[in-house]
């Protein structure tokens, strides 16, 4: 059985003193359902999210990291930093990180490996362009990046990976997938992972939808057999709509 899993992309919004508001708000709110929720944050916001949300049912976690253990590599942020403050996910590959700045399927591999190495779960963004949708190619773009961000890697269990199927031109555009489209991709990308690795694990893993999900869609999302929750970005910064997608499961 896999628990539904609804982990919020901050992506670059709230200060670190808006954040701890916003956290004490979200635990007097937070429903007792049965979806696991989950926050990406801005790497300032992590301390706050560790000090007021431990051991309150809410898990967090930054949206990147750095491929280099440690060393002379100014701005980075290192796997053991987001271990010391308790991260339990952290975002790789990204559509923002690969295209505003470059990050290759191979380099995003390494960020997997590093989140491995410390017990911290990633969350693997792939999915397709418009232009790569309109030529009807979107399945094979998508299994390729899969297949390169995954290149030489081995979670221990099904559990330490989590995959985020995110259509660009779903992005913050306003313009969802709908939901059988979402569902025939999350199917290609569990069967991929069946080959890739076995048919329990591929059972087991998690796969989130993300691109404009709101209230108003997330049952029907929700709803279908291979989607098991979402990376949302612009619903999750307002109290109100992330309560609203946790209570949606149960
Ligand atoms: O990029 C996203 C989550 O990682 C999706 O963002 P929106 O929910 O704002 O479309």
């Not at 539904?4 to 937070?30: C, V």
């Not at 796997?79 to 923002?96: F, I, P």
């Not at 309109?134 to 995959?163: C, F, M, W």
């Not at 087991?204 to 970005?233: C, H, M, T, W």
């Amino acid at each position: 059985m896999r628990q539904t899993l609804i982990a919020g992309n901050w992506k670059m919004y709230k200060t670190p003193s808006e954040a701890r508001r916003w956290f004490h708000d979200l635990i007097a709110a937070k429903p007792e359902g049965q979806a696991e929720a989950a926050l990406m944050v801005a790497y300032p916001l992590l301390p706050g999210a560790r000090e007021v949300l431990e051991g309150h049912g809410v898990s967090w976690g930054a949206q990147d990291v750095s491929a280099h253990l440690e060393g002379a590599y100014t701005g980075e942020v290192s796997v053991k930093m987001l271990a010391d403050l308790a991260c339990r996910y952290t975002v790789v590959g990204h559509s923002e990180r690969r295209s505003y700045h470059g990050e290759s399927d191979a380099l995003v591999a390494e960020k997997i490996r590093r989140l491995l190495e410390y017990d911290i779960t990633p969350i693997l963004c792939v999915g397709e362009p418009l232009e790569v949708r309109e030529a009807g190619n979107h399945v094979s773009y998508t299994l390729k990046q899969l297949e390169g961000s995954l290149a030489g890697i081995a979670p221990q269990s099904a559990d330490r990976l989590v995959v985020a199927y995110e259509p660009v031109w779903a992005i913050g555009t306003g313009k969802t997938a709908t939901p059988a489209d979402a569902q025939a991709m999350h199917k290609e990308i569990r069967t991929w992972l069946a080959g890739r690795f076995d048919l329990g694990f591929a059972n087991q893993v998690r796969i989130l939808y993300g691109g404009s999900v709101k209230p108003e869609n997330a049952a029907a999302l929700f709803g279908q057999p291979d989607i098991d929750g979402g990376l949302v970005g612009g619903a999750s910064l307002k109290l109100d709509d992330y309560v609203a997608l946790l209570n949606t499961v149960g």
